[in-house]
Each structure stands twice: as structure tokens, then as C-alpha cells.
């Protein structure tokens, strides 16, 4: 038996805050094009406001476009962390306001001296108790996995281009 390393980067388009992205086909697909029989996957977000879960995928724990109620995750995350609360990453100091409290930007300001960032301290401390990998184990040439186990992403921020790497590694 012989160790390999097979990595495959998926690009993934969220659509709101809270948006809950199965890729678990995507993940058994990488396992199955590796030819690794025994061994591992590791699952990793590249961004500090979107996570890598194992959960059920249900649309009354994680929303739906057809459900018309808040689901269960929104509740509790929003209970932790909610948009509306005061948070000192938001206060971006620019020509709008020459003293916020956070002067270090990811962005240049336009012409006007305004710097046109996310205002998003929520989806950075909802981020804090939900992962950014995850690791789950491959026999046999399969995803182990319980009956109910589906791996995720989870939108914390709003709607853009999210990049995740697939790891597979073991003997083939």
C-alpha cells in the first residue's frame, strides 16, 4: 500500500447570510476521482466568516428558500451574535468617520476617502463556535458518515464567492 495526497479546491456562490451549502456529493466525488482507499478527508473553508459543519440537512434546523418561518440555526447564532448589535470591527475610521475605532483596512478607500467594507463583526464572532475544517474518515473508497451526517458550508457574512479545499489522503 502506498500513501497519497489528492487536494481539489470547489468554488461555491452563497446567496444570503445564513445559507447553508450541502457538499457532500462534491466531497465523495473527490474521494472517489483520488483512488484512495483508506484514510482521511479534510474539509477547509479559506474565510473567516463562512464554516465547514457535519449536520443534518434539514430546512427547519438550517432554512430553506420554501420555508417561510426563522430556522433553528438563524435563532441561535443570531442569539450569540446578532447583525443589529454594536461592534468595534464596524467602526471603520475613513472620511465618513475620522474616529471609528478600526483603522486598518482590507479595502482602499475610494476618491472620497470612504472605505466600502463589509460591516460584518456578527459573522466574525458567529464564526468563533463554528468550524472552519473538518476532518472525517475514508474506508474502503467511501465517506464514513452516519445516517444523517451531511458536510456544509454555512454562509455567515452575505451573498459572494466562497473557495473551499478538499484534502484526501491514506493508501490506494
Same mark, same amino acid.
Given at each position: 500500500m502506498t500513501y497519497k495526497a489528492v487536494?481539489?479546491?470547489?468554488?461555491?456562490?452563497?446567496?444570503?447570510?445564513?445559507?447553508?451549502?450541502?457538499?457532500?456529493?462534491?466531497v465523495e466525488e473527490v474521494i472517489?476521482?483520488?483512488?484512495i482507499v483508506n484514510g482521511?478527508?479534510?474539509?477547509?473553508?479559506?474565510?473567516t466568516t463562512c464554516s465547514v459543519w457535519v449536520? $443534518?440537512?434539514?430546512?427547519?434546523?438550517?432554512?430553506?428558500?420554501?420555508?417561510?418561518?426563522?430556522?433553528d440555526l438563524k435563532r441561535v447564532l443570531d442569539r450569540f451574535a446578532h447583525?443589529? $448589535?454594536?461592534?468595534?470591527?464596524?467602526d471603520i475610521k475613513d472620511a465618513k468617520n475620522p474616529k471609528g475605532k478600526r483603522d486598518t483596512h482590507l479595502c482602499e478607500p475610494d476618491e472620497e476617502g470612504v472605505c466600502?467594507?463589509?460591516i460584518n463583526g456578527h459573522a466574525h464572532a458567529q464564526a468563533m463556535i463554528l468550524p472552519h475544517s473538518i476532518t472525517m474518515i475514508v474506508k474502503d473508497g467511501e465517506l464514513i458518515?452516519?445516517?444523517?451526517?451531511?458536510?456544509?458550508?454555512?454562509?455567515?457574512d452575505h451573498d459572494r464567492?466562497?473557495?473551499v479545499t478538499v484534502l484526501v489522503q491514506g493508501t490506494y
Open positions: 487536494t481539489k479546491k470547489l468554488l461555491l456562490k452563497t446567496k444570503k447570510r445564513l445559507h447553508f451549502i450541502n457538499i457532500t456529493k462534491q472517489h476521482k483520488s483512488g482521511s478527508v479534510i474539509v477547509q473553508t479559506h474565510h449536520n $443534518e440537512d434539514e430546512k427547519n434546523l438550517i432554512g430553506h428558500e420554501d420555508l417561510d418561518c426563522e430556522h447583525p443589529d $448589535e454594536e461592534y468595534g470591527h464596524n466600502h467594507e463589509c458518515k452516519g445516517e444523517w451526517q451531511q458536510i456544509m458550508i454555512c454562509e455567515l464567492e466562497r473557495e
